[in-house]
């Protein structure tokens, strides 16, 4: 199970003046009391603020200029929503079952706009050339065939004047000329691309399209030039500017989540020596990095509800060798692996070694039924991949999986269990 979400102040704007107000209104029965606000930057949710509700309504001011995607995520039970922001007021609506969200009104003309869009984006790419495969078989005039040429129709026109709306007229824009999957659609190049990045305004780093992108970008001509690709592409953007940065920070977690390690190297080298000021996004990545190489000592972490173990902390429980893992009930991987760690728990015991797992659920019961089977000890936030050991340990997939030494220094990072095992000397 993968993921690739960071982390800023909380900003205390409710006292503020605000550029616009998010309205959300929810069902009495809807059990959350809280909310938080993220923005984006990139490929990474900006926690924003957080709010309490009043009645059966969240109200959230938000004071600076925003244009883009944002997200509301209630920590009680672990779920989301998306919108987007014009920099106008927000008014949101949703009805829930069995305590999740189950349909979202959005009440603004920027929001059912953008989600009235994404709707025909996603049958354009997945449905689109499917229903023009059925219409072969149905002859003109028959009912069906008709209901299947509207169809076509309303999918293959045009978006119309989007120019009220610059945001959504920003990513309709660009989601069609950089990410939409079409048969018929020029192929893109890398100056094209390069141009776009270099010129682009801030929407580009609020818009969710950066990260689809630059793996675009990278899936140009042969795998063997991705290095020269890529160091192009970095002189172009300037590693000595935020936007440079922000796309170095995000190539450096592209590598990482997709276990391109060489190439992660080389560009993570590259950011350390920046001798420039580093921005916010980029510090992150190299700390976080940096702090979960092998040979570095693992930071502490403080257990919320630890079962089989009184230990506060990682630091505090004692044992020659830790075997940190973090893992999902929901993750088919660890389904698979976590097991065979179970088999040879005794042994990994016997070696005065311990296993501390952190689990990125969401879901309490879910979680506590399989900690049940688990002999060794468990944590968890039940905040999923909004967890703070997400970031803090530079966590891109479950199971992911660290060896520390009795000082708590990283002396491997097993990509799987076979390799766990191994480096325990019990395959």
């Given amino acids: 199970m993968k993921k690739i979400f960071g982390i800023l102040g909380l900003a205390a704007i409710s006292s503020l003046q605000a550029q616009f107000k998010i309205a959300v209104e929810v069902p009495g029965d809807f059990a959350p009391r809280e909310v938080y606000l993220y923005t984006l930057n990139g490929s990474k949710d900006i926690l924003s603020t957080k709010e309490m509700r009043k009645g059966n309504l969240w109200q959230i001011a938000y004071p600076k200029f925003y244009q883009g995607m944002m997200k509301l995520y209630f920590p009680e039970n672990g779920t989301s929503l998306n919108f987007i922001s014009e920099n106008k007021d927000?008014?949101?609506?949703?009805?829930?079952?069995?305590?999740?969200?189950?349909?979202?009104?959005?009440?603004?003309?920027?929001n059912a706009l953008m989600n009235n869009l994404q709707d025909i984006q996603q049958k354009k790419e997945y449905i689109l050339p499917a229903l023009y495969q059925i219409k072969?078989?149905?002859?003109?005039?028959?009912?069906?065939?008709?209901?299947?040429?509207?169809e076509i129709q309303r999918l293959s026109a045009d978006n119309g004047d989007l120019s009220k709306f610059p945001f959504v007229q920003y990513y309709s824009t660009n989601y069609s000329r950089f990410v939409e999957k079409s048969a018929t659609k020029k192929p893109l190049t890398h100056e094209e691309i390069v141009h776009f990045l270099v010129n682009s305004d801030e929407k580009l780093e609020s818009s969710s399209l950066l990260r689809p992108i630059l793996v675009a970008y990278l899936n140009i001509g042969p795998n063997t030039n991705i290095t020269n690709d890529v160091d192009k592409l970095l002189a172009a953007?300037?590693?000595?500017?935020?936007?440079?940065?922000?796309?170095?920070?995000?190539l450096i977690e592209l590598f990482d989540a997709y276990d391109m390690q060489d190439l992660k190297t080389k560009y993570l080298t590259e950011a350390k020596n920046l001798k420039c000021t580093i921005n916010q996004r980029l510090s992150g990545t190299i700390s976080a990095n940096v702090n979960t190489e092998v040979g570095a000592k693992f930071p502490d972490y403080k257990f919320n509800h630890a079962t089989n173990s009184t230990a506060k902390s990682i630091y505090d429980l004692k044992a020659e060798k830790k075997i940190i893992v973090f893992w999902s009930s929901t993750c088919s991987h660890c389904e698979a692996e976590l097991p065979k760690i179970i088999?040879?728990?005794?042994?990994?015991?016997?070696?005065?070694?311990?296993?501390?797992?952190?689990?990125?659920?969401?879901?309490?019961?879910?979680?506590?039924?399989?900690?049940?089977?688990?002999?060794?000890?468990?944590d968890s936030e039940l905040r999923g991949w909004y967890s703070s050991f997400v970031d803090a340990y530079n966590v891109h997939a479950t199971p992911t999986y660290f060896v520390l030494d009795s000082n708590n220094k990283i002396i491997a990072k097993p990509d799987h269990v076979a390799d766990l095992l191994k480096f325990l000397n019990l395959n």
Avoid: H, M
């Fill in 90 to 110: 927000v008014k949101l609506k949703f009805e829930t079952k069995k305590n999740k969200i189950s349909k979202v009104e959005y009440l603004d003309e920027s």
């Fill in 136 to 150: 072969e078989y149905y002859k003109e005039g028959q009912s069906f065939g008709k209901s299947l040429d509207e």
């Fill in 237 to 250: 953007v300037n590693t000595e500017t935020p936007r440079g940065q922000t796309i170095l920070s995000e």
């Fill in 343 to 378: 088999e040879k728990y005794n042994q990994i015991k016997a070696q005065k070694a311990e296993v501390i797992a952190f689990s990125l659920d969401v879901e309490k019961e879910a979680y506590e039924n399989k900690v049940k089977n688990l002999p060794w000890v468990n």
